[in-house]
């Protein structure tokens, strides 16, 4: 299997959609930690980019990865890469990795990912509409046993431990 060719066009539109997507979050995130109601808990703009470059240099890492190694998929090496980098036993890096990376939250991260994927969505409405409402309807189903199935196996292995 031939390795997907990586062109400066490819790379420049992955750095201005990580520009992209770091400005929505920091600005979601600074806005998420004002309303909060806890000033001790507020995050400015400049306090948030250190975990922010983090995890865009492990994207930008998993990424490369994805494009020389194009048997595993890219998800998987970004997982790996944040994984490695933030567990516990790394003595290394973890400490910086989760306190930087902590200062995210969880909502401003996801918010550029949904909005591509309404944006995605909305290009491909013929593709969509072409699913119909028996896709749409397995699609949600999925979704709920999903998040369902995961919030089971959370509170199974929360009680296992003591925790709750």
Do not use: H
């Amino acid at each position: 299997m031939k390795t997907k060719a990586i062109t400066l066009e490819k790379i420049t539109q992955y750095v201005l959609i990580f520009i992209i997507s770091a400005i929505m979050t920091m600005i979601g995130n600074c806005i998420n930690t004002v309303t909060d109601g806890n000033p001790d808990t507020y995050v400015s703009i400049l306090e948030g980019i250190p975990g922010l470059l983090i995890l865009i240099a492990i994207a930008f890492a998993g990424n490369l990865l994805g494009w020389l190694v194009p048997k595993i998929p890219a998800v998987l090496w970004i997982t790996i890469i944040g994984i490695l980098l933030g567990m516990p036993y790394n003595t290394v890096t973890a400490p910086f990795v989760s306190e930087q990376v902590g200062k995210l939250g969880l909502l401003p991260l996801v918010t550029p990912i949904l909005a591509y994927a309404g944006v995605s969505i909305g290009k491909d409405w013929v593709e969509f509409k072409r699913i119909g409402w028996r896709g749409i309807l397995v699609a949600l189903l999925v979704m709920t046993g999903t998040y369902l199935g995961s919030a089971l196996i959370a509170q199974a292995i929360l009680m296992a431990q003591g925790i709750i």
